[in-house]
């Protein structure tokens, strides 16, 4: 099974199992994230409102959706990997089954969501993996609503382990990023995270 993907920040086909998690491969890189990814800061950085909708792009093995779910009771999520979504379906078993969580197939270009149909969107370490940027984009911008914030993050921060350190983006690459926002949000910021550097922006 082929399950490499082109990315705009790559001169290649990204082709590690944690950018399209397929098969055994893919299941023990959803386990690894789920144990790794320490993601509170971007809950906060989200600043989620008592009754905000909120979607998250890329959920992987659903370790985000939990905390975000604690946090509102409305918690969607998109992501191209079947495997991901079984096991954030798992992970997140209860909430899912009463309705506050509900978890669906697709990708930051193509998230099947509404016109303005959420207060909030977060994106944890795939905007990199992503096709094509500028797409990406504009299609959060779509589904956000006016006043709404959205929170991109991706490996790094100020304090990374050797993952993320292995894992940054350049700062032409950063940059294209917080350019491509300006474009389309208002109020973009850009955060050091202990491991993360994170973009917050408005609509």
Sequence with gaps: MDTSQSSW???RPVTSPFA????VLGRL???FMLWTNRQEEVIDLLDIQPGDEVLEVG???GGLVRLLAARTGAVRGVDPSPEMHAAATRTNRAAVRAGRVVLGLGTAEATGEEDRSVDRVVCVNNVAIW??????LRELHRVLRPGG????AWHGGASPGRIARSLRLSEEQLQRIEQGLGVLFSGVSRHELRNLVAFRVMR
């Design 9 to 11: 920040a790559a001169d």
């Design 20 to 23: 399209r998690p397929a098969g």
């Design 29 to 31: 890189a959803g386990r």
């Design 59 to 61: 959920y992987g093995p």
């Design 131 to 136: 096709p094509d940027l500028e797409a990406g």
């Design 149 to 152: 914030q959205m929170v991109i």
